[in-house]
């Protein structure tokens, strides 16, 4: 049988680099993203490659969206092997500044889409009884304590837990779905902009934090390719790892984590 991924937040980033890794690897992918434009160019160009892909427009925040993509990936294909949530946003002020529309923004995307996809596609997943997979794309903010991006890491704690324990109660139903957790560090992505497709008029706001007080971009030009994040991914998924690290060397700020929580 043909292995089918679904991937969120696919026409740029690291949703970008999977689909162009599933794809070199043979895999049928389902490409979602709510960029229509950048969408559908990957999708042409995967195709001239000679890639079986279809591209489907979602919003990952609407549970409808969500739905609608697991029908047409099921009506296309029949089954979902692999599911990558993996859309993502940030925005950045002192926490307490953060309006209530920052707030329903980055967490309907970061968590609630995550939220949507496990709703949607693990009763279905579960009934194929195939050996899948579930990719869940946090950070290493949402495993560490530090100042700044405070609703990014509120969301990316909670796909941690998430995570963690849908693997575990699926565990407990010897269920054949693993899950995995990515955590990357910098990665050269555009997520600083991803107030181009923020919904409401505060994206003059966005970023402020980010962009004014620290070389942030910098250190993202600096980081690690979507090509190499992918390849990660694809690995963790073939030898089963649940916290998929692209950085050890972020494992210290782990550990000091864990021994502030200990003492």
């Avoid at 054949?176 to 919904?199: E, F, M, Y």
């Avoid at 390719?225 to 073939?238: L, R, W």
Wanted: charged letters at 20%.
């Amino acid at each position: 049988m043909e292995t089918v991924a679904v991937i969120t937040g696919a026409a740029s980033g690291i949703g970008r680099g999977m689909a162009e890794r599933f794809t070199a690897e043979g895999m049928a992918v389902v490409l979602a993203d709510i960029e229509e434009k950048p969408l559908a160019k990957l999708e042409a160009d995967l195709r001239a490659k000679g890639a079986t892909v279809i591209a489907v427009r979602t919003d990952v925040s609407n549970v409808d969206d969500v739905e609608n993509l697991a029908v047409q990936t099921y009506n296309t294909f029949g089954a979902v092997h692999i599911l990558c949530n993996n859309a993502g946003v940030v925005c950045s002020r002192p926490i307490w500044e953060h309006t209530i529309t920052d707030w329903e923004w980055v967490l309907g995307v970061n968590l609630w889409g995550v939220i949507h996809g496990v709703r949607t596609f693990v009763p279905r997943m579960l009934s194929q009884d195939t050996e899948c997979h579930i990719v869940n794309t946090a950070s290493i903010l949402g495993l560490v304590r530090a100042p700044g991006e405070g609703i990014y890491k509120v969301s990316k704690h909670g796909v941690v837990a998430l995570s963690e324990t849908l693997a575990d109660e699926l565990a407990l139903k010897s269920s054949k779905i693993q899950v995995h957790v990515l955590c990357p560090g910098w990665v050269r992505t555009g997520i600083l902009d991803s107030a181009r497709n923020r919904p409401d008029d505060e994206s003059h706001h966005h970023n402020r934090d980010i962009t004014d007080n620290r070389n942030v971009r910098t250190e993202m030009e600096a980081g690690m390719s979507p090509a190499e994040v992918a390849d990660h991914v694809y690995n963790a998924i073939q030898n089963g790892t649940f916290y998929i690290h692209t950085h050890p060397e972020h494992k210290a700020w782990v550990q000091k984590r864990m021994e502030g929580i200990l003492k």
